[in-house]
Each structure stands twice: as structure tokens, then as C-alpha cells.
């Protein structure tokens, strides 16, 4: 679809024609593609990109960094797509394959020079880029044409040498190997003028020369935000144009119509539109919302589902919109009603959805995608969704997505009759994001501000939608860093931007506010003083900045409010068993015991696993376990039984007796169990969707422990459904060592007062405060927490700067050292995040790479290494468990049940694998203990534990494309007796410890046991 039909590669010279840019994988001679054939190419891509599947929004705010219109940001775009790889032109590339030895790939190279180009009188151990040389070549074509300034030159031509996802140091032996002087270079003067007659036959073939006299003439320059986004737009395009098989490798030939060809190619790719959102309109509201989210006819919109859309539709530019409510509010509604109102309003093209774990992504991506299934039905289109997790595969609702496959036969309408499809293009670690629709982690977002490979990608992917983040306070110092850079760069795309909490302190939301208004220039707008109300809506924009408290109505403040009985208990395991038995024994109950570390959990769960065996009146499945260190699918299967039991609609069976055994959810329906005794770690904090009578938890900061009252009493329920003894709301603390002292300001002795394991996780003085603060409400109110009245108080009072010390003759001396560790650690936390975030103002895009961490998105691996970056922890090594045997290895044997027998058989190391069995492995991955993950340098636990798991690796599995990239954790099938009974074992050694996988307990260290 070429703008300047008239031209056409015939045009060209032979020399020009005879370049080659593109090979068949398999080395066959016969096909290639010639270069001009590709540039013309990718430009006509890109030009369908701009007009067809970039958002409106986005065009916009391109062409404004641009200082451009959106006709001439759209031939500069083509100009550059078309220009990217005339670095190929040199003798470096064109003769790379002569260099091979292999006869049958000679022919390139004398291709070359029968058309009359020399290969000769070159280093041919000097390694250049192609990109590098694009770079070099083009800028000084520029600057001879034009006669603008470099910086100017540069910020046309960086995209060119970050074609392929990152810029390069560039050496003066390289710039002068490139150079347009013969007598410095090594390019003859054909070679120049090839150079010359490819930039010319490209800026008329795009029509560009107007748009480039514009800019050096005029006193304009693309900004860096501009040159992300145009160069992630080249980047789709070249991939687009480069693949053969909608692009055929037509050698040197003229396509017999360029038009034809880039449009059945396009076509091909089976790209879907940006998103027309349709706004609701306030007074239609409820009637939205019942559509939308298929509630009852009687059902009205909450209040702070009222006042986000209200909010939302005063504002006066895309910003900044935080809404403040308590668990149960309904504001992942009100998140998805403002994110429409915003897409509609500035012509954003889809949505983001982050959450803190991919369990809390997977549950909200069941419920985004029939959201969006409803939504698109009333327009009718065809839009993408993608789950941005790297156990995307294990989750049924995005594999039962209708596929849209690459093809050539019939348009995206035609193909599929749903509306919401998951894109074969359209996917993958880089490509994902950039589909209408994604649901995924934060750490998604937190790329966006890491120095990575194609990073650009993400900008491009998250310019045209609106984001959305759940659980914005679940975030620490270290991550804050990189999600405030976020923030910034969203706000120069002018990007919508929804934060939802309910426990968000005042200092928090400052920075979060501040961070936005530092990408679009309002600083001056932020008040002094941030609102305490509760719930609460906060906006933001380059216009305004609002903060509207929510009414709520006396009688649904009655109806949601709970007293909660708060009382601390000793840290005894077995008199934790002894009181949780004791107090479900007449009626059952379901209660959750909430452990701040996988191996707590482990060790309380065994606890009462043998107290419930040993008691004749109960049985051991009463009692369950749910940490990180599941396998994936183990996991999976065991979080889907607990929200069947344990969710809203789970309701206890009149027919139940005291007697009964535990009901399984997944055989009995959505039936509460009359007893359920859940072990688990954080997992349960956020990610599970459950309701349970009594809260049994483990101290943590204030904030998160909130977080975890939240799963207390969480559904309204009618009084046959809970127990009589836990009627009124419980919540027992423990992980204290001297859970007796009522008052820090006490003379006390210097001591560990919290759990050693748990001050890993969180900061002491954080801890420190906020059990102060807690001690303080508990001591005035009787031990009573009003939720959700109590929240905003308590979490301002334990982060607010006026925050002062009980300063007691005994405590004083520590908290002071506390504090001074503490803000010590945090400025630590942003020193490391300033090393490899993206600066929050770059003048040219090599800036944007500066200290490059390196592809992210290659692998699992390269990926477990963004998470860890980003996260301030240690990279985790996440290890796929098979089972040793004589001449081979097996899946765990539990996970072939019901499959086909063959699946069950021993396979050979190097031996090739059914796809099913290898789609079975990579759902059996389990992350080590962090004894195992410590450091990343050669000679430290993570290196000698990866390297040990690589010599266990089935050789196989490089080739596999489920499991390439991954290692085994081989585990052996062992015999031992166990109080006279023998008793089998799953376990392997892994640098002298003893570690032991079960479907019951998952991975654990049993090195004690073995003593």
C-alpha cells in the first residue's frame, strides 16, 4: 500500500537490487528477499500499523512529541520503518555468509559482485552491527543532505540502531569503517552511492522530504517519549514484514502488486482494532452495571462505584485516579466503569489490569474476561486478550480463548464468531502487552521503568490503554522506585491511570500522586494536606487535581461495618492446635491460620494434621495447606477447591451434622464445609477470594494486616451459615515472642519481640510501630476493630510523619537504632532501583538503556531474573520435578491421572517428547527455598544449585518449546520406616540438604529428619 505508487524497485540499480536482506531458515539458496524489497515492506507495515491498530490516542500523542502533524508523523514513521536496515548495505552483512563455508551459500555474496560491488579489502573479524551501521550511515546521510545539527540528526536515527531492542556503544575503529571518506573507509564509492540511492528511493517513496525539511528547518526535535514509541512501532513492523510466510522471499523479483502484497499480509497477521469504548452515562448506571458484570435485576451501583464515575466524568484531562475503599466495595467494578468512561472520553484503545500475584491475576482475569465478553457484544467487535504471567498456560479460562491464528485466507470477523480471542501475534513474553486486553502482574508495569531489552515494547503497549492496579499498597520502598517511574512515563503518554486500595497511607499516595504529576508538569496542583477521609476518590490530571469523599448511607454503613473481637495468643504450635480444635469441636467452623513463612506454615500444618488424627472424633482432611512452594498445577487445583468452598457463594447444607465429614467442594458443588482448617502463607493475603469465621494470623506491618482482617467475615451471610461460637468476627495474633507486654512505653528490656523468620519479610520498625499503634486502639477500645471505620485511622497513624516514638526508659535506646536502620534500608532500596530503572527524564534514547539488565523476556529464566530486579530479592530458581527411574524419568505420577497411558511411561533423557507430557512438566514447576537462591555470582548457592539442577536436565528439553530454558529438580522414589511402618518418600539432595516434595505438604527441607 505504497503512498508514492509511481515508484517501484525496478527504479533501482542493479547494485541496489542484488543486496540481500532476508534468507530461508533452512538454508536454501533459492529464497531470499532482496533489501529494497523489505524496506518497502516494513514501511508499508508500519503505515497500516499507524492508520489501522494504533489507538487514536496514541497517534496523537506521538505526533505532539513530534511537533507534527498526524499526516506527517505518519511519513516520518514510514520514512524511518523504511529506512531501518539500510545498515545491511555493507560489506560487513553482505558478505557474513561467504564467511560460513558453505558452498551452497557463495551465491550471495557473488550476487554482489557481479552487480559490481566489492566484498573485498575488509575485516572480516571486525563484528558490526547492522543496526549500528544503519545509524552511522543515515545520520550522515542526513547531515550532508540537510545540514542539521547532530542532536537534531540523532534523534531521527536512534530508532534505527534500537531496531533490534536496545542502542549500542559505538567505537571511533567502527564510525570510521562506516565513514563516507574512501580514503578513511573501506565502502568504495559504489557502495556511497548504493547508500545514497536507497535513502532517496525510500524518502520519495514516502513522501518524507517535506516532513524532514520541516523538522531541520523548523525548530523542532522528536522527544525521547517519541522515539520509544516510534521505534517500538518499527520494531512490530520489521517482525511483521519478516515473516516469510506471509511475506514470501521473493528473491530479486518485483511483487506484482506492492499493494496487494502488504495488504494480504497484514491481513494475515490477524491484528485486532483498538478498543471503541462505549461510556456509560451516570444516570444509566446501574443498568450498565448489571449488564456489564450480570447481576440481578433489583441490583444498584455502590457508592463508591457512584462516585468513581462521577469523578471520572469531571475530569478534564487523562490522569491520575486513586479510589480508597474498603475489601468488598466492589472497586474492581468501579475501576473497569471509569476505565471505559476514559477510554471512551480520550480514544484509548484497551486496558491493563495489574494485581500483586498471578493468583490474584488469574481470579481477576476469569472475571475481566467476561466482562469484556458482555461489553464487546453490544458493539460487536473482535478484540484481543492476554494473560501476562509466566503460568499463563496453566490457567483454563485464557487457554479456552478462541485462537486467532496467523492465515491468509479470511479477515479477523470472518474467522471467529466470539469477541474476545486471544491473538497468536498478539502474545508471548514481548508481544503480549500489546493486546487489547491484559490481565497480569504488576511486574508488568514495573518493566515499563527497567533498563531491558525491548522495553520499548511495553511504552508502546501501554500508551494506548488505560492501566489499572489492584492492591496498590501491597508494594514496598524498593518496588515503589520503579513503579513511581512508571507512573511518570505514563503520565507523558498521557496515560489514564487507576490505583485501588484499601489501606493506602497518606505518605504512599503523595509520592504516587507526585510521581504522576512529574510526568505532565501540575507539581504545583498537589495540596499541602492529602484528604484522611474514607472511602475516598482522588484525581489528578494536568488540569485539576479532586478529592470527593464517598457517601455512603447510614443503613449500608450498618449493614457492612463488623466489630472484631482482636486478642493475641501464644506462639506454641501445639497450643494453637489444642485452642482451633477445641473451639470448632461442637459446630465445626471454617478458620484461616495465616503464616508469615512457607516453612511456619509446614510446621503448623503437620501439627494439626497428627492432632486430628489422634482425635477419633475428627478427621485429617479438616485440615489443609496452601503456600508458594506447591507445584504450579498443585497449587492451581488446591486455590479453585478452597474458593469453591470457601467463596461467596458457598453456603453450609442444612443436612450437615455435627458428625459429618468435611465436604469436598469439587465433588458436592458450592457447599461450605462445616469444618475447614486452612493452613497458608501470604497467598491467602490477597490472592483468594474466601470468607472465613475465625482469623488466626501472624503479626505483619498494619496495612497488610488489615489486608488479611479483610478475609474475616468477608460475605454477608445468613446465620446458619457460620458456627455459634464464631457468630461475632475473631481475629487471634501470634508470631510475637512476648505477646503479654499491653505497652511499649513500659520499662522492658532490650529483646527479639517478633519472629526472626518474619522480620526477613518485614521491616522491624515498621513492625514496631505498628504494633504500637495497634496496642494503643486496642487498649481504648476494649480490644474492639470496627471495620471499616478503624482502617484509615490506624494506617495513618502507623506511617504518618507525626508518627512519635513511645519513648519508654526500656525501648527507647532500640527505637532509635530501629529507625535509623530502617530509613538507612530505604534509601539502600532507592540507590539499587536508580541503578537500573529508567531515568524519569532522558534527552536521547541511549539514555533510556544507560546500564542495560540485559532480555527479560527471552525465557523463563531471563524473566524470574526481571521479577527479581524489580522486586528487590534474590533471583528464585523455579525447577520443573520429575521422578528418577532405572533408564529414564517420569511426571510426578499423580498428574498423568486419567491421561493417556503413554504419558505414564519412562522416557530417555534425550528423547523427544508428546506435546501433552511436556505441557504436564512445565505445569509442575516449584520455586526453591531461598537457602538455594542467595546471590547470582559465580561460586554463591544460586550458582552451584542451578548448575547441579542443569546436570539433571533432560538433554531433550533444549528442543522443546514448553521447556526449553527450564531445569529438573529429579527426585528419587525412597523407602524408610517411620514409627514401624514404611513410608514412601519423593526426594532428592541438593547441595547436602535433603529436600522431599508431597501433593500434601509440597517442597520442604527434611535435612532434620535425615540426622
Known sequence: MPVNPELTIKDLSAQSRALWAKTARDDDSSAWLNLPQHLMDTADVAGILWDEWLPASTRHIISQLCCLTEEQTRKLLRWMAG?????????????????????????????????????????????????????????DWLFERYGAPRGKIDSLVYPAQAHHGTTSDIDSNIISLLSRDVREGEHEHEWIEVWDELYEFMTEYTQAHDVLQCIFVEKCKLRVEAQIQMTGLIICADWMASNADIFPLIGGAESCSQSVRVREGYQALALTRPWEAQAPQLEELDTYLRKAFSWPNTAQARPVQRATASVCEQMQ????????????????????????????????????????????????????????????????????????HSKAALNNEYEELPRLYIS???????????????????????????????????????????????????????????????????????????????????????????????TLPIGVKRRLVTAYATGCGNKSSIPLSLSKAYPLITAFSSQEFMEKTVEVPEKE?????????????????AELTQQILKVTAEDGGCVLVLCNTVTRAQETYMAFRDALVADSRRHEDEVCLLHARFAAIDRLEAEEKLMTELGAKAHRSPRQESHDLPINGADSGEVRPRSRILIATQVAEQSLDIDVDLLVTDFAPIDLFLQRVGRLHRHKRNAEDRPAQLQAPQVWIRALKEPKIKDLSAKHPKSDFFDRASLYLYDEYTMMRSYHVLLKHLSRTGGILCRPDDIPELVHATYGSEFSCPCGEGWSEQWAELKTESEKQQERSRMRAKTFAIPDKCNKLP????????????????????????????????????????????????????????????????????????????????????????????GSPFDRALTELEKHTPLGWQHDPLLRGMVALELEEIEVLKEGESVKYLQCELLGRTLRYSREVGLYDATSENE
Request: net charge positive.
Open 83 to 139: 529506512t531501518h536496515d539500510i545498515g545491511k548495505a555493507t560489506k560487513f552483512f553482505q558478505g557474513q555468509l561467504e564467511q560460513r563455508g558453505k558452498p551452497e551459500q557463495r551465491i550471495f555474496a557473488e550476487r554482489v559482485r557481479a552487480a559490481g560491488l566489492s566484498l573485498d579489502k575488509y575485516d572480516k573479524h571486525q563484528k558490526v552491527l547492522h543496526s549500528v551501521a544503519s545509524y552511522l550511515i543515515l545520520g
Open 557 to 573: 454503613v450498618k449493614d457492612r461495618s463488623a466489630k472484631i473481637k482482636v486478642s493475641f495468643i501464644a506462639d506454641e504450635i
Open 847 to 938: 539514555e533510556v538503556f544507560g546500564y542495560d539488565v540485559g532480555d527479560i523476556a527471552r525465557n523463563s529464566q531471563s524473566e524470574e531474573r526481571g521479577y527479581a530486579q524489580v522486586r528487590d530479592t534474590d533471583p528464585s530458581i523455579e525447577a520443573v520435578l520429575i521422578v528418577k527411574r532405572l533408564s529414564g524419568y517420569q511426571p510426578l505420577p499423580w498428574l498423568c491421572e486419567g491421561e493417556n497411558e503413554a504419558l505414564s511411561a519412562v522416557y530417555l533423557p534425550d528423547c523427544e517428547l508428546p506435546r501433552r507430557l511436556s505441557y504436564i512438566l512445565a505445569t509442575s514447576t516449584v520455586r526453591l527455598p531461598r537457602r538455594f537462591c542467595i546471590g547470582g555470582t559465580k
Open 317 to 388: 484531562a487523562p490522569g491520575l485516579l486513586i479510589v480508597e475503599a474498603p475489601t468488598g466495595e466492589g472497586k474492581t467494578e468501579a475501576a473497569l466503569v471509569a476505565a471505559e468512561i476514559c477510554a471512551a472520553r480520550w480514544n484509548l484503545g484497551g486496558i491493563f489490569l495489574g494485581a500483586p500475584t498471578m493468583s490474584t491475576s488469574n481470579m481477576l482475569f476469569a472475571r475481566i474476561k467476561r466482562w469484556a465478553q458482555r461489553r464487546t457484544s453490544v458493539s460487536d467487535q473482535v478484540l484481543s486478550m492476554f494473560l501476562a
Open 408 to 502: 491468509d485466507d479470511e479477515s479477523v470477523e470472518e474467522r471467529i464468531g466470539e469477541n474476545i480471542v486471544a491473538s497468536q501475534w498478539l502474545s508471548g513474553r514481548k508481544k503480549g502487552i500489546l493486546a487489547n486486553f491484559v490481565v497480569g502482574t504488576v511486574d508488568q508495569l514495573l518493566f515499563m521503568a527497567l533498563r531491558a531489552k525491548h522495553v520499548m515494547l511495553r511504552h508502546l503497549g501501554f500508551a494506548g490503554k488505560v492501566v489499572i492496579i489492584d492492591e496498590v499498597h501491597a508494594y514496598d520502598a524498593y518496588m515503589s522506585q520503579y513503579l513511581e517511574r512508571a507512573l511518570t512515563w505514563l503520565a507523558r503518554y498521557r496515560v489514564p491511570v487507576i490505583l485501588l486500595s484499601a
